[in-house]
Nanobody, 126 residues
Framework: QVQPVQSGGGLVQAGGSLNVTCTIP????????LGWFRQAPGKEREFVAG????????AYADSVKSRFTISRDNVQNTLYLQMNSVKSEDTAVYYC???????????????????WGQGTQITVSS
């Protein structure tokens, strides 16, 4: 089965940086549209960033533009979310997601994703 596995969550001070990762064992990430979502208590899951399987096009939520970077390392077969200048509003459980297939545009709708990571808590302190 396809089961994304995440790592890298934790506690970080406001203004700091952290990097969270996602991989799919025994599967090439190149065959998936990939994305990061987050969900804070009492809120709906929201799109954070995505990268397309074709051409590696990226898209970001307005709230994280210029601060977060999504990338895919084909050698390491790893998806990254580099988070810089984090804010308290970034506190949430972060999920990586994968949609099987070849797409040239980022998938932003969580309902269109096929597979989800286990989630990792990221807490920004001040």
């Amino acid at each position: 089965q396809v089961q994304p596995v995440q790592s890298g969550g934790g506690l970080v001070q406001a203004g700091g940086s952290l990097n969270v990762t996602c991989t799919i064992p025994e599967r090439s990430l190149r065959g998936f549209n990939l994305g990061w979502f987050r969900q804070a208590p009492g809120k709906e899951r929201e799109f954070v960033a995505g990268i397309s399987s074709i051409n590696s096009n990226t898209a970001y939520a307005d709230s994280v533009k210029s601060r977060f970077t999504i990338s895919r390392d084909n050698v390491q077969n790893t998806l990254y979310l580099q988070m810089n200048s984090v804010k308290s509003e970034d506190t949430a459980v972060y999920y990586c997601a994968a949609r099987g297939g070849l797409y040239s545009r980022v998938t932003k709708n969580p309902q269109e994703y096929d597979y989800w990571g286990q989630g990792t808590q990221i807490t920004v302190s001040s």
